[in-house]
């Protein structure tokens, strides 16, 4: 899923050069009908809040003071999208997303880094504005749900092996932002960018101390304020 994505993804920034020239599509009513459903899918990148997650407060959690350990701030992954349009300027979208990847880092030979996958489902309202210029853009308020899962892992190498069980937690989410798409054919457009504040509901002790222990992460954060940047393509129907 994630390799489809990133083909959406160069294909997007391949069509960037028709949206720059502004004209290169045909202008008209004729050339934008209303689409009735609009598909979108895409890649993504995620700057995650850390939610009190640092150097500091990993060491303390595997008990290790020396501490060789970083913080994940950027995930990669993917999002489609399935939006019904009742009016020109008012729609409902459906949102899938979901990105992976190591929580933290460590250097020095430090092995067992467990892996972290999310996946979300939201919905909510659309306002387009769309008139006879190829850009459309568009903003959305998106509520939802989000499973978050942090695979079985033993942490080892120089420090002594610290081992972790696999845990999943669900939240509430929700997504506020908008966007930009642009049109390079009469049914297809590249979205060039959506930006959405995605706030999440998770309770970071509970996630990390399920999967280390109750006695082990205390002190972070009980939901987190992240930054979600889509680029790709829609297909109109």
């Known amino acids: 899923m994630v390799r489809f994505a990133v083909v959406i993804v160069m294909f997007a920034v391949l069509s960037v050069p028709v949206c720059a ?7 008209g009513p004729s050339q934008e009908p209303m689409p009735k459903v609009q598909v979108f899918g895409g890649g993504v990148i995620f700057h995650a809040d850390p939610a009190g997650l640092n150097p500091v407060s ?6 290790e003071p020396a501490s060789p350990f970083g913080v994940t701030t950027f995930f990669y992954g993917w999002e489609a999208q399935a939006q019904y349009n009742p009016t020109r300027w008012v729609g409902i979208a459906v949102d899938f997303g979901g990105r992976s990847g190591p929580p933290f880092t460590a250097t020095g030979g430090v ?4 892996n972290l996958t999310s996946y979300s489902l939201l919905a909510g309202p659309v306002i387009s504005y769309r008139t006879k210029s190829i850009f459309t853009p568009f903003l959305h308020t998106l509520f939802g749900w989000e499973r978050a899962n942090l695979s079985a892992s033993t942490i080892s190498g120089p420090l002594e092996p610290v081992t972790s069980a696999s845990t999943t937690y669900n939240d509430v989410v929700m997504a506020l932002g908008g966007g930009v798409d642009c049109r390079v054919m009469r049914r297809l457009s590249v979205r060039l960018a959506q930006v959405d504040w995605y ?6 002790n509970l996630f990390y101390g399920s999967a280390y222990g109750p006695d082990r992460f205390l002190g972070l954060g009980n939901h987190e304020d992240n930054i979600r940047i889509s680029t790709g393509i829609v297909v109109k129907f």
């Open 21 to 27: 020239q502004g004209t290169a599509v045909p202008q």
């Open 58 to 63: 990993i060491g303390l959690g595997l008990r």
């Open 111 to 114: 092995t067992g880094i467990p």
């Open 199 to 204: 706030h999440t509901s998770i309770n970071e």
